[in-house]
């Protein structure tokens, strides 16, 4: 099964990788809960996890607030700049006409399930339904 391919692999490192770095650039938890944590003897994995989780509980919900452009600056630019996996890339008008004839509809559903190498809602677990079309409008105007 081509999913577990290793490029697959690869990604799937990128994709577990990529939401952690922006949530610990984006949130700086100064809860007396998450100071404690910080406090604690670095390395263990299980605090290291929790702090994630805590951080992803503050950002989730109705939408992330940003706009399409600071989303994909954030979430979609690690595979859609370089056209990793083989992930159209912003600005590749011949690459992106097939996919943008498919409609606006039919990109945000592969965008939120996610297509092929694609993960769903592109890493951005946060983003809502309209984060997404507001970032796909973003990349498909350029
Ligand atoms: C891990 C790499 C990766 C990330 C991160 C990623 N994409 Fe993609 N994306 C892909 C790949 C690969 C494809 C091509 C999938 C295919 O058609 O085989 C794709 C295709 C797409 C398409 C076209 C879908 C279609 O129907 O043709 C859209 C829209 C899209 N991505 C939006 C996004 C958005 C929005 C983000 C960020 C929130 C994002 N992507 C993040 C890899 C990625």
Request: include cysteine; aromatic fraction near 6%; charge should be neutral.
């Amino acid at each position: 099964m081509s999913l577990y391919s290793k490029s697959y692999a690869f990604v799937f490192l990128m994709i577990l990788s990529a939401p952690v770095m922006a949530i610990q650039a984006r949130v700086v938890d100064n809860s007396p809960e998450a100071m404690e944590q910080r406090l604690q003897p670095p390395g263990l994995p299980q605090l290291h996890v929790k702090e994630v989780a805590a951080a992803a509980a503050v950002t989730a919900g109705n939408g992330l607030g940003l706009s399409g452009e600071q989303i994909y600056n954030q979430f979609c630019t690690i595979c859609h700049a370089a056209g990793v996996a083989g992930a159209p890339k912003l600005g590749d008008k011949a690459a992106w006409k097939p996919r943008v004839d498919q409609g606006i509809d039919t990109l945000l559903q592969h965008a939120i399930q996610g297509i092929n190498a694609m993960p769903p809602k592109g890493t951005c677990a946060q983003c809502s339904d309209s984060d997404l079309k507001a970032t796909i409008e973003y990349m498909i105007s350029k």
